[in-house]
């Protein structure tokens, strides 16, 4: 099944007031709070390199009432809620602040850790407090793959153990996987492995090297493109949704795949690729730290304000860069020269990664631009010609 890369647990929205470049500037469509550091496991690829105890700036139960007001904040449709961590389970007000966020309007979904402390008791707690989804890792078809990259032994039989509590709970459940040199030939097996469980998406996330995923080998540009592509193929058989994390690029593929595939424009404005064009780090997304800081995207740690003493619609709309991110002209080198700039915009975490620039280049995307002039403000769509919006799908 079809489904972009925007970083969603849930659904992604059908209503139009998301879909344009000056709606997202104003409105994200997720908000990511890194509710605790505090986290069981090593993951290799750990964008907070977490630890066992929880950061001594960790916001306050108060502080963390505040946030959520804060993002109640934005204009409606609201943003939906992911609370992550490392393990947000590990936060002892946890219930509260996602009572707390329901009070408030918010739809929510969760990120925990596999450890022996996520028992079907607790993922059925947290559908009792109304969890639109939680978010559970795999990355390795067998405990010897898995295990490398968790750095626990053991995560791979409590991992299985929570999907088949999702399924009985009928919880719905995003399975995230890493996409490195080290997980990369694994992947259909992985694939193989879900078709066996009761999960309502794939999320494949492309390694970001930040954090302690500086320990993990990305792939080349050359591999992340035939992996997309398969992803785009896989998508039309498979018995769950797929979607990108940290690849935006899978847009341009699945376009193009649709398009040579003959599929009708409508049929292609119904596939969450479309619905999700222009959505990058920093523009449809928001990153706050168990701290409060206030970054464009997890993988994109540059302090923009910090909710403590700013307001985090004000730093979402305001701040100088985001203001740079929610616009594609101010896009640089081979991502501001590409005719797909406005749909997909590249990685801005993986630009900064590689060169200090958040509107730097995405290094991993190996598509040749062959747009000679970049877009601007009021120009004709970059992909029909015609209309003058931030982007559409019109062949």
């Known amino acids: 099944m079809l489904v972009t890369d925007i970083r969603t647990m849930i659904p992604m929205p059908h209503t139009a007031v998301h879909a344009g470049a000056q709606a997202l500037s104003r409105n994200p469509m997720l908000v990511y709070w890194e509710t605790t550091q ?14 066992l105890t929880p950061h001594a700036g960790e916001l306050t139960h108060a502080e963390g009432m505040t946030l959520l007001r804060q993002i109640a904040g934005f204009t409606p449709p609201l943003p939906h809620l992911v609370l992550t961590g490392g393990d947000p389970l590990m936060r002892p007000d946890i219930y509260e602040l996602i009572e707390e966020a329901h009070r408030v309007g918010l739809s929510v979904s969760i990120t925990p850790s596999v450890t022996p402390a996520l028992t079907f008791e607790t993922l059925e707690k947290l559908k009792l407090h109304r969890i639109s989804s939680v978010g559970i890792s795999l990355d390795g078809s067998t405990a010897e793959r898995h295990e490398a990259v968790r750095g626990v032994a053991g995560c791979f039989d409590w991992t299985m153990q929570a999907l088949e509590n999702t399924g009985r709970l009928g919880l719905p459940v995003q399975v995230n996987t890493l996409v490195a040199e080290e997980t990369l030939d694994d992947l ?54 797929i979607k990108t994390t940290e690849a935006p690029a899978y847009r341009r593929v699945a376009l193009t795949g649709m398009r040579q595939a003959g599929w009708p424009q409508d049929r292609i404005r119904q596939t969450g690729v479309y619905r999700g064009f222009g959505i990058r780090d920093g523009h449809g997304v928001v990153f706050v730290s168990s701290q409060g800081n206030v970054y464009p995207a997890g993988f994109l740690p540059l302090i923009t304000g910090n909710v403590r003493h700013d307001h985090l619609v004000d730093i979402y709309r305001n701040a100088p860069i985001f203001r740079a991110l929610h616009s594609p ?32 280049s995405d290094p991993l995307c190996a598509y040749e631009p062959q747009a000679t002039q970049p877009l ?14 931030a982007a559409c799908a019109t062949s």
């Open 38 to 51: 505090a986290c069981a496991l090593a993951c290799k690829h750990c964008r907070a390199e977490a630890s």
């Open 188 to 241: 259909p097996q992985i694939y193989e492995l879900l078709k066996t469980r009761s999960v309502m998406r794939w999320s494949l996330f492309f390694l970001v090297s930040v954090g302690r995923g500086k320990m993990l080998s990305p792939i080349t540009p050359q591999q992340a493109e035939r992996c997309m592509e398969w992803v785009f193929d896989l998508s039309q058989i498979a018995p769950f949704d």
């Open 329 to 360: 002209e101010a896009l640089k080198g081979k991502c501001g020269r590409c005719e797909y700039r406005a749909l997909c915009g590249g990685s801005r975490a993986r630009g900064f990664a590689a060169t200090g620039d958040p509107l730097a």
């Open 376 to 389: 601007t403000s009021g120009s004709a769509c970059s992909n029909c010609g015609k209309c003058k919006k």
